[in-house]
């Protein structure tokens, strides 16, 4: 069992930076693929980057790749979501999820993931 909490959102002006952590409870974390999501009012849930555990690889959404970095710090059970030049585009709430036993094809799908934090606030005026 994994618990999963998310920090560090807030509201922000466009170009300014967040980053949001994802602290995990329980010994193995650092055997779990984990994946930021994003959800706004009205949409589905989508990818925005992931953190393969086995092969240390990241992956990112076309819509955020060079402005978003994911890192993970497994003494701490924590992995990172550097955000840098958001847009209002980017209000959402972020989750992170995570999982052991995703490839790389079904990283981008939140099905794949077994836990979930509860999420965390961004919002990106113009």
């Known amino acids: 069992q994994v618990q999963l909490v998310e920090s560090g959102g807030g509201l922000v002006q466009a170009g300014d930076s967040l980053r949001l952590s994802c602290v995990a409870s329980g010994q193995t974390f650092r055997r779990y693929t984990v994946g930021w999501f994003r959800q706004a009012p009205g949409k589905e849930r989508e990818f925005v980057a992931a953190h393969k555990w086995n092969d240390n690889s990241k992956h990112y959404a076309d819509s955020v790749k060079g402005r978003f970095t994911i890192s993970r710090d497994n003494a701490k059970n924590t992995v990172y979501l550097q955000m840098n030049a958001l847009i209002p585009d980017d209000t959402a709430v972020y989750y992170c999820?995570?999982?052991?036993?995703?490839?790389?094809?079904?990283?981008?799908?939140?099905?794949?993931?077994?836990?979930w934090g509860q999420g965390t606030q961004v919002t990106v005026s113009s």
């Open positions: 999820g995570a999982g052991q036993r995703l490839i790389s094809s079904s990283l981008a799908s939140h099905n794949a993931y077994d836990y």
